[in-house]
Nanobody
Framework: QVQLVESGGGLVQAGGSLRLSCAASGRTFRNYVMGWFRQAPGKEREFVAAISRSGDNTYYTDSVKGRFTISRDIAKNTVYLQMNSLKPEDTAVYYC????????????????WGQGTQVTVSS
């Protein structure tokens, strides 16, 4: 069992930065691929980024490549999402998740989810 708690969301102007954190409980943190999804009002939950168990491999949706960086600190059982050059279209609730996905971009492939943290980018 893994419990995930996100933090770091908030209100920021376009062009600004935020860093989201996701603290995981349990010793099995390093056994899981970790990811971030987001969901805007009226839209489906979409894949944002994922990181391999070792942290050596990262994956991003095209719209955030070059602006967002996912990382993990195994010693701290924490995964991060550094978000730079934020745009109004990045506004959403951001969810941390953990699993053993075959399809990284499918939310159904992840077993554990956090409660979400709101990110709002004003223009």
């Amino acid at each position: 069992q893994v419990q995930l708690v996100e933090s770091g969301g908030g209100l920021v102007q376009a062009g600004g930065s935020l860093r989201l954190s996701c603290a995981a409980s349990g010793r099995t943190f390093r056994n899981y691929v970790m990811g971030w999804f987001r969901q805007a009002p009226g839209k489906e939950r979409e894949f944002v980024a994922a990181i391999s168990r070792s942290g050596d491999n990262t994956y991003y949706t095209d719209s955030v490549k070059g602006r967002f960086t996912i990382s993990r600190d195994i010693a701290k059982n924490t995964v991060y999402l550094q978000m730079n050059s934020l745009k109004p279209e990045d506004t959403a609730v951001y969810y941390c998740n953990a699993g053993d996905p075959v399809k990284l971009k499918s939310p159904y492939e992840y077993d554990y989810w956090g409660q979400g943290t709101q990110v709002t980018v004003s223009s």
